[in-house]
């Protein structure tokens, strides 16, 4: 999201006055302060500029993304009971990328490793013949969807993020990954590095790599489209130089086109959770009771055997296993 600029007009006060003012002011504030430390919003820096202070910074809860869960439950609430009622689970899913979600050449049926885990949980809510409607949507649309209950839930490579969690609520972490450079074999680029300077780099649209890119202040320029998909025909045609996405996104794309490959180092952590409505805590409690029997059975877990399927070939063995679960409450 991108902040707008506001324009503040200053009424001219005489010096005299402005020094009273202001000292004034600075015991008020002084004296309201509380003891704690407070946690900078992420706006803060942006507001210093060259020769001002910085504005105070922003009050925000402390926000731990690996801990921002409630805890697993089967009880009944609300958004389970709606989901019974209509007999079918809703769930927006990327049908554009090989491995996570995509349709089979010859059934047409949704497969991969995204894939899977929506139908585990359909079928825990509404038993071993469980209908999934599936709703394929770019990045940008996974929250205004899940806001308007367009969607039960969104099981789409979603990195779950601070800045989410004041919109939305997610499931604990199934997923742990970062973002990666993607280049043709052969490129001069090597990495998040000077060499990206006046490079045109492709990314999703609403997606977390826009922050990172934005934040690198490698002097690259952001080319953003609908889904990396979109990316990956923009570097085989020449019009960019660079995607920069998940390496587990990246590892579909290598697949589908052994030219590329990735280099440089994971650039961050991304955490994959499944994305709710966030008054739907019924139905967050209810998708982490079907990720800790996801994740139970060691080597024989439906996470591994999913992973195995669909991931190991192109990203290696897996021999820590899926990420273990933490809960806010």
Not at 60 to 86: F, H, L, T
Not at 138 to 157: F, K, N, W
Request: glycine letters at 8%.
């Amino acid at each position: 999201m991108t902040a707008g600029s506001e324009s503040v007009r200053r009424r001219r006060w005489p010096l005299s006055s402005r020094s009273t003012l202001w000292l004034l002011l600075t015991a008020m504030v002084l004296a309201a302060a509380p003891a704690a430390a407070v946690t900078p919003g992420p706006s803060a820096a942006s507001r210093a500029t060259a020769g001002t202070a910085a504005a105070p910074p922003a009050r925000a809860p402390a926000c731990d993304p690996r801990r921002a869960s409630p805890r697993p439950s089967r009880v009944d609430g609300p958004a389970v009971r709606r989901i019974r009622e209509r007999g079918h689970l809703v769930a927006g899913v990327d049908l554009n990328s090989y491995l996570w979600g995509s349709r089979d050449a010859q059934t047409r049926e949704p497969v991969g490793f995204d894939i899977d885990l929506v139908r585990a949980i359909a079928r825990d809510i509404l038993g071993p013949k469980a209908t999934v409607r599936f709703v394929s949507m770019p990045p940008s649309q996974r929250i205004s969807r899940l806001q308007a209950r367009q969607v039960d839930v969104v099981v789409r490579t979603m990195s779950i993020t601070c800045e989410r969690l004041t919109e939305i609520a997610f499931s604990s972490v199934y997923f742990e990954t970062g973002h990666q450079l993607l280049v043709p074999e052969g490129s001069e680029i090597t990495g998040f590095d000077p060499k990206l300077r006046g490079r045109r780099v492709c990314l999703s649209k609403g997606s977390s790599a826009a922050d990172l890119l934005r934040g690198s202040r490698t002097g690259a320029v952001a080319v953003e489209t609908a889904s990396h998909l979109d990316c990956l025909v923009e570097l085989q045609q020449g019009n960019v130089d660079a995607i920069l996405t998940h390496a587990t996104l990246a590892a579909g794309l290598v697949a589908q086109d052994p030219n590329l490959q990735l280099v440089g180092p994971r650039l961050d952590t991304s955490l994959y959770g499944v994305a709710m409505n966030k008054d739907d805590t019924d139905l967050v409690r209810r998708v982490n009771a079907v990720l800790e029997d996801y994740r139970r059975g060691g080597a024989a877990s439906p996470w591994m055997t999913s992973y195995n399927h669909w991931l190991a070939p192109s990203l290696g063995a897996h021999p820590e296993g899926p990420p273990p679960a933490a809960y806010v409450d």
